[in-house]
Nanobody
Framework: QVQLVESGGGLVQAGGSLRLSCAAS????????MGWFRQSPGKGREFVAS????????YYAESVKGRFTISRDNVKSTVYLQMNSLKPEDTAIYSC???????????????????WGQGTQVTVSS
């Protein structure tokens, strides 16, 4: 069983930055790929970024490429999402998830990730 807890959300003006953290319990965090997803009112869940087990491969949604950076610290069992140049359309609840395959990908269509955090709210004002 893996528990994921996100933190770092908040209210920021457009153009500002936030860093989200996702802390994982369990000793096998380092074998999992991790992903960040977001959901805003009236919209479905959207893939944001993912990172493989070692941190050597990352993937991003086109909408955040060049602005967001995903990283991980396997010693601290934590994955991060650095968000720069934030836009009002980035407003959403951001959640992290664990992929037990260890392989990062761009998640679209039908997929199953067994472990999810509760989410953290990010609000970007114009």
């Amino acid at each position: 069983q893996v528990q994921l807890v996100e933190s770092g959300g908040g209210l920021v003006q457009a153009g500002g930055s936030l860093r989200l953290s996702c802390a994982a319990s369990g000793r096998i965090f380092s074998s999992y790929a991790m992903g960040w997803f977001r959901q805003s009112p009236g919209k479905g869940r959207e893939f944001v970024a993912s990172i493989n087990w070692s941190g050597g491969a990352t993937y991003y949604a086109e909408s955040v490429k060049g602005r967001f950076t995903i990283s991980r610290d396997n010693v601290k069992s934590t994955v991060y999402l650095q968000m720069n140049s934030l836009k009002p359309e980035d407003t959403a609840i951001y959640s992290c998830a664990a992929d037990t395959s260890g392989l990062a990908k761009i998640y679209s269509g039908s997929y199953y990730l067994p472990y999810w955090g509760q989410g953290t709210q990010v609000t970007v004002s114009s």
